[in-house]
């Protein structure tokens, strides 16, 4: 974990698995209204009243431990 390949690695993994979890849960969610462009929805759902903070800190949360799980564990 002191190597600076490490979390450039833990990088590559856990941006790509964030946007599919950001992803997967905007469609769980409210698929219906992101898939039929009604975004004002969309939005209200998940990110108006503050509730942006912990849609993107759960996921966030969720991506860094799950990177850095994977990448430690290929790396040994």
Same mark, same amino acid.
């Given at each position: 974990?002191?190597?600076? !390949? %490490?979390?450039?690695? /833990?990088?590559?993994? @856990?941006?790509? =698995?964030?946007?599919?979890?950001? !992803? %997967?849960?905007?469609? /769980?969610?409210?698929? @219906?209204?992101? =898939?039929?462009g009604d975004f004002e929805t969309v939005?209200?759902?998940?990110?108006?009243?503050?509730?942006?903070?912990?849609?993107?800190?759960?996921?966030?949360?969720?991506?860094?431990?799950?990177?850095?799980?994977?990448?430690?564990?290929?790396?040994?």
């Amino acid at each position: 974990m002191k190597n600076g !390949l %490490f979390w450039v690695n /833990v990088l590559k993994v @856990g941006i790509p =698995f964030l946007v599919f979890v950001a !992803l %997967f849960s905007l469609v /769980v969610n409210s698929g @219906g209204a992101l =898939f039929s462009g009604d975004f004002e929805t969309v939005n209200t759902i998940n990110f108006s009243e503050q509730k942006w903070k912990r849609f993107w800190l759960t996921k966030v949360a969720v991506s860094i431990l799950y990177a850095v799980y994977v990448v430690n564990k290929k790396t040994k």
